[in-house]
């Protein structure tokens, strides 16, 4: 059956509401959260009215029923990303997930394969968001280690011009975005992952703003962690993902029930992976809305949603590119991004921009995007942002396009 945005847009209730005097709403902030179709909703919601329980914890049908429900959900993250069930560990989301990679090799014991020392170093990218630069940086001021960096270009692809200056022999972690959640630009990752296990580093793969929206196969990827929003991927608010081939060498980032597979009063033993890393009783109801989340996209077809994805940006573009005054920060081309497009319009302050195009119905993302060593070294303390996804069309693009050239007759 044929892609049919109409049709994705009617298992979405929000967009039965309108907003600002009865005008449609058209969702272009994507990129910050998704909206959440009722299958989704209903998950969770059914969740807590039918078989709420602590998962692994009770022999009763509940207890048994949520379990099912919440490996259930495991096994599909595990199936939509190529993996193997014992590597996805559900978190609270992406953020958490990359602070607990980075504690865990804070925690390592010294000598140990992710132990870090002075002597070794930390590389990321100018282009990351804040969640997979502050966890480097505070790790490498704990541990001595080094912090570099790859630069971007002015046109918003990374320089990869000095790959092996960049990534030595001493490099022990390589952390960075596959796609940018400002600029878009999905970075070149095959060459980034060869270098890196070249020298015996591992590769952390912040997918926040890929899995959504591609296919993704970790096998083929190459990486050692990949973590990405449930959230942002149709799914509920407060859970992530964090995958790994790499569990059974990283100790553990929290200490509680469930965690643990023997204890006395002096000591205790870990439980395998992944429950090793998923202390306490977990968000159970928000992994089985991923799951369903999970199982609307793949119905759909994720090589289909990417395909949608790309038509429409490339409309959104020269749309854009249409509009007098305006600049897009990043590629303007298809070429190895996706469908996120940042820019500004003259003097118009972007703050200004999305409060006009709001009143207008449109809602957009506006400020430095939580990246702000990125909009400084591209000069551009603030931008505006559209984010697209599976349920936008080109009404919603067009919507964008008449509220800025509202915007432009309203600040003259």
Not at 134 to 151: M, Y
Not at 244 to 263: A, H, N, R
Request: glycine residues 8%; contains cysteine; aromatic residues 8%.
């Amino acid at each position: 059956m044929a892609f049919s945005v109409a049709n994705v847009r009617q298992d979405f209730p929000i967009f039965e509401r309108t907003i600002r005097d009865g005008k449609k709403l058209v969702y272009l902030d994507s990129g910050a959260t998704s909206q959440k179709p009722l299958s989704v909703i209903e998950a969770e919601s059914n969740f807590y009215k039918f078989h709420n329980a602590a998962v692994h914890r009770g022999a009763h049908q509940l207890a048994e029923e949520a379990t099912d429900a919440y490996e259930g959900a495991r096994l599909k993250v595990a199936k939509f990303l190529g993996a193997d069930e014992e590597q996805i560990v559900f978190t609270k989301g992406a953020t958490e997930s990359l602070n607990l990679i980075a504690y865990a090799m804070g925690n390592a014991e010294p000598g140990t394969r992710f132990a870090l020392t002075s002597k070794d170093k930390i590389v990321v990218t100018e282009m990351e968001h804040h969640a997979n630069l502050i966890p480097w940086q505070q790790l490498a001021a704990r541990t001595g280690a080094q912090l570099s960096w790859f630069e971007v270009t002015p046109d918003g692809r990374l320089d990869l011009s000095n790959i092996n200056a960049v990534i030595t022999e001493n490099t022990k972690v390589v952390a960075l975005t596959h796609q940018s959640n400002v600029l878009g630009t999905i970075i070149p990752l095959k060459a980034i992952v060869a270098r890196a296990h070249a020298v015996g580093a591992v590769v952390v793969l912040d997918a926040c703003q890929s899995a959504p929206h591609m296919p993704i196969d970790v096998k083929e990827l190459g990486v050692d962690f990949l973590v990405f929003s449930g959230h942002k991927a149709l799914g509920s608010t407060g859970v992530g993902v964090l995958w790994s081939s790499e569990l059974d060498d990283l100790p553990p980032f929290l200490y509680g029930g469930s965690m643990i597979e023997t204890v006395t009063m002096t000591a205790a033993t870990w439980a395998p992976a992944p429950r090793k890393f998923e202390a306490g009783v977990p968000n159970m109801a928000q992994a089985v809305g991923l799951g369903a989340a999970i199982d609307y996209l793949t119905a759909h077809g994720m090589s289909n949603v990417h395909d949608h994805e790309m038509a429409l940006t490339k409309y959104l573009i020269e749309k854009l590119l249409q509009v007098p005054d305006l600049k897009i920060v990043g590629p303007t081309d298809l070429d190895s991004r996706g469908g996120t497009v940042s820019f500004t319009v003259g003097e118009i302050h972007p703050h200004d921009l999305g409060q006009y195009v709001d009143s207008q119905g449109v809602a957009v993302r506006t400020g430095h995007h939580c990246a702000w060593p990125l909009t400084r070294k591209l000069g551009v303390p603030a931008t505006t942002r559209a984010s697209i996804y599976l349920y936008n069309d080109e009404s919603d693009c067009d919507a964008l396009f008449d509220a800025i050239l509202g915007a432009q007759k309203y600040f003259a």
